[in-house]
């Protein structure tokens, strides 16, 4: 009975033992299967990842889509630009471009279209004045008017009569200060009746005392805008200078003989030498060739050492005329 207990008891324990070593077996099995492959992921995992400080998180750069400018493009003005425009690019980078990528063509393509549309024509550029001379500035010109006495001239008992001014001259287009040589004529008329009646300075037949210029003057020129200085347009302008007067006609027994002196040409003693100065101012509008103006001139004739006892005579010579230049 023992023998048969303790194999019924051995037989018990083997049994147990068999049951509790097939799960265990088991488990070993799946273990084994999960494990092999944390084991392939841990080796591509550094040893000490938990030792590691944590990476910083790297800052992505915004891409840059700004073009840059080479040899050969043409800028554009941000100001003027066309937002629905392309941007510029020369023949070259568009070749370059298209060789690349597709989008280029099609920017290529825009640009080719924008160029080949029809552009605003340029502003006509002035058309340049062609002178007579051309650009040498010369110029000559003839004018015509009066001459009125002034004080001495006038009291002696002779009123306004006429003028005749020919101006020869140089002045570059452009230029302020020019030069010219002034002829002219004067010639101013014998009142015999005074304003009280009377006739002090008639002595004898009083004629029309005839007056000889030749002067040379200087001109400063002041142009009102862009065209007249380019030689359309009005120019204001002031003249000065000094020269020979010579008398003619005067009569010898005239009270102005006498005042004119012994300043005689050749063994007459109706042709009196004397000499003087001048200035005044005009207006000149420009024409392209031709010019117009009005001038008048301020006359004074030194005739120092007269017989009257007097130092001058003065006129004021008032003409209209046009020049060719």
Known sequence: ?????????????????????????????????????????????????????????????????ARRAIAGDVVTPKDTASAVMPPTMSPATCAAMAASAAPAKMVCGAMAAASAAPQPAPAPAPRAVK????????????????????????????????????????????????????????????????????????????????????????????????????????????VGGGGAYLFRGFGGTTELSNVLGGDKIGNSAKNVHKWGVNAGAGMEYGLGPTAVFVESRWVNVFTKGSQAGNDYLRWIPISVGVTLR
């Not at 194999?7 to 488990?27: H, I, M």
């Not at 992921?41 to 800052?59: F, L, W």
């Not at 003839?142 to 009123?159: C, E, I, K, W």
């Open 1 to 65: 009975m023992r023998l048969r207990a303790s194999g019924v008891y051995t037989v018990g324990l083997a049994l147990v033992a068999l049951l509790g070593a097939a799960p265990l077996a088991r488990a070993q099995v799946d273990t084994t299967r999960t494990r092999v492959p944390v084991k392939k992921e841990q080796a591509a995992v550094p040893a000490k990842k938990e030792t590691m400080a944590p990476a910083p998180k790297a800052t992505v750069a915004a891409p840059d889509t």
């Open 131 to 238: 002178y007579l001379f051309g650009t040498t500035g010369l110029y000559v010109g003839v004018g015509a008017g009066t001459a009125v006495p002034f004080n001495l001239l006038s009291d002696l008992g002779y009123d306004s009569g006429f003028d005749l001014t020919i101006p020869v001259g140089w002045h570059r287009p452009g230029h302020a200060l020019g030069v010219r040589a002034t002829l002219a004529f004067d010639q101013v008329h014998a009142d015999v009746a005074t304003a009280d009646a009377t006739a002090p300075a008639m002595l004898g037949s009083a004629p029309d005392p005839k007056i000889y210029t030749g002067t040379v003057d200087a001109v400063l020129k002041f142009p009102i805008g862009q065209l007249a200085r380019e030689g359309r347009g009005l120019s204001l302008y002031a």
